[in-house]
């Protein structure tokens, strides 16, 4: 599946950005869905996860109570909701897919088998 990730760009801290992935080439509700960022000189980290279905989420703890994702199967798209954004929130953000035959292990990254090109976010103090 392939996948195109938008809607980065430059906030104040405090404010809130809607990432938005947009999945074709493959039959969406059949993978799990992820978001992972990566900052300049660090590891790419699990941001948040989603089930095919929507039913089970994963975050992680940094941005628990902050941010959320949400599925549209209809469209095809995963969103990630981000509020109260810091500038530790600062980094490429990335959206992936998992073929759901892997099971459920939304924090791993090779639990993923496609990923986008990523979408830079920019959190000022």
């Known amino acids: 599946v392939q996948l195109q990730a938008s809607g980065g760009g430059w906030v104040q801290a405090g404010g809130s950005l809607r990432l938005s992935c947009a999945a074709s080439?493959?039959?969406?509700?059949?993978?799990?869905m992820g978001w992972f960022r990566q900052a300049p000189g660090q590891e790419r980290e699990f941001v948040g996860g989603?089930?095919?279905?929507?039913?089970?989420?994963a975050y992680a703890d940094s941005v628990k109570g902050r941010f959320t994702i949400l599925r549209d199967n209809a469209k095809n798209t995963v969103d990630l909701v981000m509020n109260s954004l810091k500038p530790e929130d600062t980094a490429v953000y990335y959206c992936?897919?998992?073929?759901?035959?892997?099971?459920?292990?939304?924090?791993?990254?090779?639990?993923?088998?496609?990923w986008g090109q990523g979408t830079q976010v920019t959190v000022s103090s």
């Open positions: 992936a897919a998992a073929p759901t035959v892997t099971g459920w292990a939304p924090s791993t990254k090779d639990y993923y088998h496609d």
């Open positions: 080439g493959g039959i969406f509700s059949e993978y799990a």
């Open positions: 989603i089930s095919r279905g929507g039913t089970r989420k």
